[in-house]
């Protein structure tokens, strides 16, 4: 195994970790919420979407650069 293949994997590895726990954080929250206020659920939902969507933002930009490691 060459070193690029292992900093590639290295870095879409780590750069997942934190989104994955930040989206697990942020529906759990967002569930809570809506139990304890069930008429605010559509704003509850749209938040958590667009918190989410923010947090995947990040998981994306570590693909890319896993991509420019390996194949550049």
Known sequence: M????LGAALAIGL???GP???VGLVAGK???A???NPDAEGKIRTNMILAI???EAIAIYALVIALIIKFV
């Open 15 to 17: 750069g997942a970790i």
């Open 20 to 22: 994955g726990i930040g």
């Open 34 to 36: 809506i139990g304890r």
């Open 2 to 5: 060459d070193f690029k293949s």
């Open 30 to 32: 967002a569930l809570e």
């Open 53 to 55: 969507a923010f947090a």
